[in-house]
C-alpha cells in the first residue's frame, strides 16, 4: 500500500522511503542519490517532503537528547518528536519557549517549515535554533551556528539544502502554565480591542467558524504574572475541558480548567499520549503583518458563506517576528489565520485562490507545510530574501538532489 502523510491525503511518489540506522549510513546514503529528501513525521499537508528518488526518515537514530545549562541551549537529532523533548527538558527542569498544536511532529521537520505556536512574544519554533548539523548533496556533514553567515537561510530550510541530523535550540528554566478556556466571545469586542485580547496571556488562540456574531472559544495559556479575568472580551469560563472542535470530548486536549502544571504538559493543545482525529482533517493557514490584523479578520468574516461549510474549525494565533529567511514571520509580528477543513480536497482546493486573492493586500505569506494555491511568482515578493535562499541552496546542492515537484512550483519557479 501506498505510503501516506497523516491526514492521509497524499501518497508519497518516492519509490524508497528508508530509515538509516547511523548517520554515516545517512551521508553515503545521500552521497550516492540522484535524488534524496528527509521526511520527518508526515504531519504536512502537501507534497512538500516528497522527492523523485529516496525518502530518508530518521526515527532511527536515538534522540540523544544533550543539554548544556552554561549556554542553555539542547542538542537533540533531529527525527525526534517535541513531545520527547519537552519530557526531558521538563524532566532536568528546562523548557522550550514555545509548542505547536500538536506534540508529535518532529522537530527537524517543523523547524524546516516554521511551525509556529501562539503568542505575542513567541517566534515561532524555528526561532530557538541556536545551531544545526546536515548532511548536504556531497555526503559531507555541515555544522553552522547562529551568527555564521547564510545560517539565517538555512534554518527554514524546507529540506532543500540538506537533512538535518541534528538541532541545537534555546532553552530557558522550566516554567508553569495554567491553560482557561472562554467561550462566545463577541466578535465586535474582539476587533475594537485585539491587541489586549491577544496581550492577554502569554498564548492565546481565538477558535472560530468565522459565522455569526461571537467567537467559539478563547484558549488562554498564563504564566504565573498573567491573571485570569471572570468574563473575557464578552465570553465566559467554560464549565468543562474542551476540545477546539464543538461538540468533541476535551479528554484528548491538555489540560484546562486553570490547573497549573509544566509548561511541557499545556503549550500544545493535545496530550501526547493521544492521537487527535488521526486524519479526516486538511489543512490552511496563512500569515498576516500584525498592523493588518484587524482588517484581515474583517475580511474573513466576509468570506464565511464560502468558508464556513467546509471548516471544521479556524484557529487565530500571534507569532513574533524573526530574521528567518524563509519563515512567514520574517522581520515582522503577524498573526496566523489557521483553516482546519473538512477532507474534501477539491472543494478546499478550490477557494483557496479566493482566500489567498482577498488576504492579499495584506502581504500575506503561505505555511509551507499546509494547503495553498500560491507559486513561486507570487511567493517571492513577500520574502525579502527569497533570492538569497535560491543562491544558497543552488550552492548547497548544484545539482538539484534535494529539489522536488512542490520546492520547482513554489521556490525555484520553473
Ligand atoms: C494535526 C496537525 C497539527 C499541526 N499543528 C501545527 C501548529 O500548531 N503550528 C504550525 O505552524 N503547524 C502545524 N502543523 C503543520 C506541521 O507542523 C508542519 O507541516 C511540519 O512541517 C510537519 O513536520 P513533519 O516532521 O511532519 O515534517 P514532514 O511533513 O514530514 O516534512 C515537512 C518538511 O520538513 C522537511 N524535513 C523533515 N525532516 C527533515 C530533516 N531531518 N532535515 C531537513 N528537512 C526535513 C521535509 O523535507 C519537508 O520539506 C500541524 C500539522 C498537523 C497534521
Not at 58 to 68: N, V
Not at 85 to 92: G, K, S, V
Not at 356 to 377: I, Q, V, Y
Amino acid at each position: 500500500m501506498a505510503e501516506r502523510n497523516w491526514a492521509g491525503n497524499y501518497s508519497y511518489l518516492a519509490p524508497r522511503i528508508v530509515h538509516p540506522e547511523s548517520v554515516a549510513e545517512l551521508q553515503s546514503l545521500v552521497a550516492d542519490a540522484q535524488r534524496v529528501r528527509a521526511l520527518g513525521s508526515r504531519h504536512s499537508f502537501n507534497s512538500i517532503a516528497d522527492s523523485a528518488g529516496t525518502l530518508t526518515v530518521l526515527d532511527r537514530l536515538e534522540p540523544d537528547i544533550r543539554i548544556d545549562a552554561a549556554n542553555m541551549t539542547v542538542t537533540v537529532s533531529g527525527g525526534t518528536r517535541y513531545g520527547t523533548l519537552a519530557a526531558e527538558l521538563q524532566r532536568q527542569g528546562f523548557a522550550l519557549h514555545n509548542l505547536a498544536s500538536l506534540p508529535h511532529i518532529s522537530i527537524a521537520g517543523a523547524v524546516a517549515t516554521a511551525t509556529h505556536g501562539s503568542g505575542d512574544a513567541n517566534a515561532n519554533l524555528a526561532a530557538a535554533v541556536a545551531g544545526l548539523r546536515m548532511v548536504t548533496a556531497d555526503g559531507n556533514l555541515l555544522t553552522a551556528r547562529r551568527g555564521d553567515e547564510d545560517f539565517a537561510g538555512m534554518v527554514v530550510g524546507l529540506g532543500a539544502l540538506g537533512i538535518v541530523t541534528e538541532l541545537t535550540l534555546d532553552i530557558q528554566p522550566s516554567f508553569d502554565v495554567a491553560q482557561n478556556v472562554f467561550e462566545n466571545l463577541s466578535w465586535e469586542r474582539v476587533l475594537d480591542d485585539f491587541d489586549n485580547v491577544t496581550s492577554s496571556a502569554y498564548s492565546v488562540s481565538l477558535f472560530t467558524d468565522w459565522s455569526g456574531e461571537t467567537i467559539g472559544q478563547a484558549w488562554l495559556k498564563r504564566r504565573s504574572s498573567d491573571s485570569v479575568p471572570d468574563v473575557f472580551f464578552g465570553g465566559t469560563p467554560a464549565t468543562e475541558a474542551r476540545h477546539p472542535l464543538p461538540g468533541v470530548s476535551g479528554s484528548n486536549c491538555t489540560q484546562q480548567l486553570g490547573v497549573p502544571g509544566q509548561w511541557s504538559d499545556r503549550l500544545a493543545h493535545f496530550r501526547m499520549e493521544f492521537t487527535p482525529s488521526q486524519g479526516e482533517e486538511l489543512q490552511s493557514e496563512y500569515l498576516v503583518p500584525r498592523e493588518h490584523a484587524v482588517e484581515a479578520l474583517r475580511t474573513m468574516r466576509r468570506l464565511s458563506d464560502v468558508v464556513t461549510p467546509l471548516l471544521l474549525v479556524g484557529e487565530i494565533r500571534t507569532v513574533a517576528a524573526d530574521d528567518l529567511w524563509l519563515s512567514a514571520n520574517y522581520g515582522r509580528d503577524g498573526i496566523g489565520l489557521h483553516f482546519t477543513w473538512r477532507q474534501d480536497q477539491p472543494a478546499v482546493e478550490a477557494i483557496l485562490p479566493l482566500i489567498e486573492s482577498e488576504l492579499a493586500p495584506f502581504a500575506t505569506r503561505p505555511h509551507w507545510g499546509k494547503l495553498f494555491n500560491a507559486d513561486a511568482a507570487a511567493i517571492a515578493p513577500l520574502y525579502p530574501r527569497f533570492a538569497d535562499f535560491i543562491a544558497l541552496a543552488n550552492r548547497l546542492d548544484p545539482s538539484g538532489k534535494f529539489r522536488n515537484d512542490f520546492l520547482d512550483r513554489t521556490v525555484f519557479g520553473s
